[in-house]
């Protein structure tokens, strides 16, 4: 199923660069995020506002970063989790759930694997770390209700994965959604006329 994405401004300028320069698309970095839920109640997951300094500051994201060298895309999940919300977890026991690339008309580009897995018990996420200004448990209808309320900024993926998420309804019935996902197949958003379609 396709969709269209309405783009701000500044994005259309550079759609619109990228076409005319006829430069190849930047390479993309490999990178990693974690979607934590905690197995108890309702799903909820755990989100972040990105502090302003950092890439895509003022987003509201998953805790995650680009691989390092000599690392798997699971260990820098894990990695990256540790040093976000200082959550010790096993990259073995990661699900993977999607894989997304920026468009080709970014100068920064990422493929990003997107894993899931159960807050850890006795687990309790940092308030704050150096790479947010702010953090929230919230059930994937409720981060969606404000990002369509304006409250929170969110780009494509988190979006779609919070969808998704609400759709699954928990955490074993998104765990078991999650075996069945071509997980490995990139989503791979393209410009069309000002818009981005996305294929999910």
Known sequence: MAELWSLPAP???????????????????VAATVVMIKPDGPMRVYVMRRASAMVFGG???FPGGSVEPGETPPEAA?????????????????????RWITPEFEPRRFDTYFYLVALPPGADP???TEESDATAWVTPAEALDRHAAG?????????????????AGDLASALA???????????????????LVIDV
């Open 11 to 29: 994005m259309v300028d550079r759609m619109r660069r990228f076409a005319e320069s006829g430069e190849p698309p930047a390479v993309p970095r």
């Open 59 to 61: 987003v509201w994201a």
């Open 78 to 98: 894990a990695r990256e989790v540790a040093e976000e919300a200082g959550v010790l977890l096993d990259p073995a026991v990661l699900t993977p759930w999607s």
């Open 126 to 128: 940092r308030a704050l």
């Open 151 to 167: 409250e929170w900024s969110m780009l494509p993926p988190t979006v779609v994965t919070l969808r998704q998420l609400a759709e």
């Open 177 to 195: 959604t999650a075996a069945s996902r071509p997980a490995a197949d990139p989503i791979m958003p393209r410009a069309i006329d000002g818009k």
